[in-house]
């Protein structure tokens, strides 16, 4: 079984994302590690070379500045990394995101495990989102809280954007005319976290993230520039163990801390979500946005 891991970077120096820390974090289980280097101001590409990792495969791209729909520019960049992987499995990795080193051995088992069972298109992650600092975590059903980020590399496949896969479909007739459609991958559950930090970087670097990145989201602010502006009941203390990985990190470029701004005015989506989130407890619900479908749920030793 070959292993291929892929991102995407551009700016990382500037705007503060832990891109190496990701990279080692996975650097035991994979094969390779594919990186789509955009076009960058700050000597991301010269960090990367630095490493001297036989494992990484570099490929300095360049952004369509153009293409300012949906966040779409982001999944054209994730098919150029994940195009060139040669892998069995292509495993999507962010800049900003941790994979502990307890649960390299369990990702491998459940690749292995899934290996010839080709129903399984792909492997799902539980995620555990930082937020503000550190030590909290968002649990708003806004924060995805699972997704598909192993992706069997031999099956038809597209990112409508830097999050998610869209399964291509035979073609269907519809009278005279010949029709594509798409669908979700059928996946397992691995219940094995990603830990995402983008959103506890220092406040510097989320004010430069707003001023550049809004650029590729034509109709809605995709970055906010500050971290007060949320509804303080979806930010809980986070109880577990970060990566070994990340401790440096945390500990130069984190946020210390954070205030919520007192004179916020929740969102329409914010008020729902409140209304939302005392039946998720009570019947066990979970609303956040799927783009998996869930055959199969990884146990070791079944």
């Known amino acids: 079984m070959k292993i291929s891991c892929f991102s995407l970077i551009r700016d990382g120096n500037r705007l503060g994302y832990p891109y190496v820390e990701s990279i080692r974090s996975v650097l035991p289980l994979c094969d390779e590690f594919v990186v789509a280097v955009g076009e960058s101001s700050d000597g991301t590409l010269d960090t990367l070379k630095s490493l001297n990792e036989p494992k990484l495969k570099l490929i300095p791209t360049r952004w369509n500045e153009n293409c300012r729909s949906h966040g779409f520019v982001l999944g054209q960049q994730k098919m150029i990394a994940q195009y060139n992987c040669t892998g069995d499995w292509a495993f999507y990795l962010e800049g900003d995101e941790i994979i502990h080193e307890d649960d390299l051995d369990r990702m491998h088992g459940a690749m292995l495990h899934y290996l010839q069972d080709s129903e399984v298109e792909a492997l799902v992650f539980d995620y555990i989102h930082f937020y503000g600092d550190p030590q909290y975590i968002n649990v708003s059903p806004a924060a995805y809280r699972k997704a598909a980020r192993i992706l069997r590399n031999n099956i038809r496949a597209i990112a409508p954007d830097g999050l998610y896969w869209a399964v291509i479909k035979d073609k269907t007739w519809y009278g005279s005319r010949n029709k594509r459609r798409t669908r979700y991958p059928r996946s397992a559950a691995l219940n094995i976290p990603i830990y995402h930090y983008g959103n506890c970087r220092h406040e510097r670097f989320l004010l430069a993230k707003a001023e550049t990145g809004n650029q590729y989201w034509q109709h809605r602010v995709a970055f906010e ?5 949320i509804d303080p009941t979806v930010i809980v203390p986070f109880e577990g163990q970060h990566p070994a990985v990340i401790q440096d990190w945390i500990e130069n470029s984190a946020n210390p ?14 008020r729902k979500h409140r209304l939302l989130r005392p039946l ?3 019947f066990g619900w979970d609303v956040s946005r799927r783009h998996f479908r869930i055959i199969r749920d990884y146990r070791p030793g079944d």
């Open 225 to 229: 520039s500050t971290y007060g502006d």
């Open 257 to 270: 801390s954070f205030t919520f701004n007192p004179d916020y005015q929740l969102s329409r989506r914010e």
């Open 280 to 282: 998720e407890k009570q």
